[in-house]
């Protein structure tokens, strides 16, 4: 298929990165400001039809959904379209008013030539979950935070914000409470109460083959309805930066819009937050969530710090290639390319020009990889790194500061 990169379907304009450990790795997830939906698993667990399956052969199939299976040797029972349609119905009916509609407006700055600028507005669309009944909505950041620039043009942060609740037309301006561009996730906040928030599900206990059902606000529709199933659990997808994701797949339909709505099991429980899918000819039905289990300190530190509190280093760093490496007489590793100022980087001795071999006993050779065993630590802790200077190895001991 090639590289999953190649398949991204992201329209928002890519902006330009460095390698930071002391600032968040910005993954840009699908469609730029699109959406996400909101998938419904029913469990097809039925034990007696998965031993008939395996232990028998020549079985014939047919629906004897009103037939006691004690009486059907040899016989699969179907589960009724029937049964099938009335949880998919109990389903959507307890999550859709969890559900909202997020409209946001830019302002763009182009440049049409000759050094003229022209300056106009944007907007686009995606979903959320209300998780709480004062108006607290979790999202993706990307729907929120898009701002890009290039030679172009300028996409400054959202202008406006608003809200459309289930069957309620009114518009609710909505405050961006924190944005985490590290796990693409966002929390914003309109000024109502009683709402109906969202029973958040356990998606560590997500089975592939889970029946699932998408709800969101495709192309700006409110309250769209798909379905399928899990199609497969902790799949690392890697990004055009090489930031890498640990997701949940599904093959209900996600399309443009639907960014930031709930992927969601047959109990109407929230399992994921969908985010990404690859469009591409020959494609067909490939959309990714964020584990639920995994935005939950995240959504808890937005709210109460308005940022996510994180480990720092303090350092800017090239991935030394072999090739460079050779090229260079430098040992295969990331090149510090820049040390902040008062940084833990600083105060441990690295210096700029320095190449990082280890972290933590591990060898790296990407920014990536040592941004991964950081994160994996807390604020305050000690991580060992093991470093060449001109040709000499050294080892330092980094107190992890507050990013």
Request: glycine share 8%.
């Amino acid at each position: 298929m090639g590289d999953i990169n190649d398949y991204f379907d992201n329209t928002t304009p890519p902006k330009k990165k460095s390698n930071n450990t002391a600032k968040t790795i910005v993954a840009p997830f699908v469609s730029g400001v699109l959406g996400a939906s909101l998938v419904v698993g029913i469990c097809f667990g039925n034990t007696s039809i998965r031993t008939k399956l395996i232990g028998e052969p020549n079985i014939q199939l047919k629906e004897t959904s009103n037939i006691p299976s004690s009486t059907n040797t040899g016989v699969v029972d179907l589960l009724s379209l029937s049964n099938f349609s009335d949880t998919a119905v109990g389903v959507a009916s307890k999550v859709l008013p969890s559900i909202v509609g997020i409209n946001v407006t830019f302002d763009v700055t182009s440049t049409i030539g000759y050094g003229f600028q022209q300056t106009g507005e944007t907007s686009a669309s995606g979903s959320g979950i209300i998780i709480s009944e004062n108006g607290y909505i979790l999202t993706n950041n990307h729907i929120v935070n898009s701002t890009s620039n290039s030679l172009f043009y300028e996409v400054s942060k959202a202008k406006s914000v608003k809200v459309y609740l289930f069957n309620d037309d009114t518009p609710y301006d909505a405050e961006i409470i924190g944005t985490d561009s590290q796990t693409d996730l966002a929390v914003i906040k309109i000024d109502k109460d009683n709402l109906t928030a969202a029973e958040l599900g356990d998606s560590s206990s997500v089975k592939v083959g889970e029946f699932a059902m998408a709800i969101g606000n495709p192309l700006g529709l409110k309250s769209t309805v798909t379905s399928g199933i899990i199609s497969a659990v902790n799949r690392e997808v890697t990004t055009s930066d090489g930031t890498k994701y640990v997701l949940i797949q599904t093959d209900a339909a996600i399309n443009s819009g639907n960014s930031g709505g709930a992927l969601v099991n047959s109990k109407g429980q929230v399992i994921g937050i969908n985010t990404l899918k690859i469009a591409a000819t020959g494609v067909e039905n490939m959309g990714f969530a964020i584990p639920i289990n995994d935005t939950t300190e995240i959504y808890k530190q937005l709210i109460e710090f308005k940022k996510v509190k994180r480990p720092s280093i303090g350092i800017t760093g090239l991935d030394l290639t072999e090739a460079t490496a050779k090229k260079n007489n430098l040992p295969v590793g990331i090149y510090v390319k820049e040390v902040n100022d008062f940084s833990a980087a600083e105060i441990a001795g690295i210096k700029s020009g320095d190449v990082i071999t280890e972290a933590d006993g591990k060898k790296i050779s990407t920014m990536q990889e040592l941004i991964d065993i950081k994160n994996s630590k807390s604020i305050g802790d000690e991580l060992e790194i093991k470093l060449s200077r001109n040709n000499k190895e050294k080892t330092v001991t980094v107190i992890l500061q507050e990013e």
